[in-house]
């Protein structure tokens, strides 16, 4: 199964989440201000990514608002999933 890099996957999922949308965005577009994404979008989004990377976001103190800040934000988070790196609460834990 071919890697997947964390823009890649959010971007897809971005797209899956907002078919429709006529936003064009990057790294540094705003998911709440850029593309109007609300909570009820970002839970899907984040459904979205789990299914789409093969990873799970189970553990809420994961989710830190910052992650949400930008395309490349949350598409970092993503990467550092796909690499294996345990979420910054569990490796101080």
Same mark, same amino acid.
């Given at each position: 199964m071919p890697s997947?890099?964390? /823009?890649? +996957?959010v971007r897809e999922a971005i797209?899956? +989440?907002r078919p429709t949308t006529d936003v064009e965005f990057d #790294?540094?577009?705003? $998911?709440v201000d850029g593309l109007h994404l609300d909570?009820? #979008? $970002? $839970?899907t989004l984040l459904g979205e990514i789990e299914d789409r990377a093969?990873?799970?976001? @189970?553990?809420?103190h994961? =989710?830190? @608002?910052?992650?949400f800040a930008t395309v490349g934000t =949350? /598409? #970092?988070? +993503?990467a550092k999933r796909l690499e294996g790196?345990?979420?910054?609460?569990?490796a101080s834990a």
């Open positions: 997947k890099h964390g /823009a890649d +996957v797209k899956s +989440v #790294d540094r577009t705003g $998911l909570s009820t #979008d $970002l $839970l093969g990873i799970a976001i @189970e553990d809420s994961e =989710l830190d @608002e910052c992650i =949350l /598409a #970092d988070f +993503v790196a345990p979420p910054a609460e569990s």
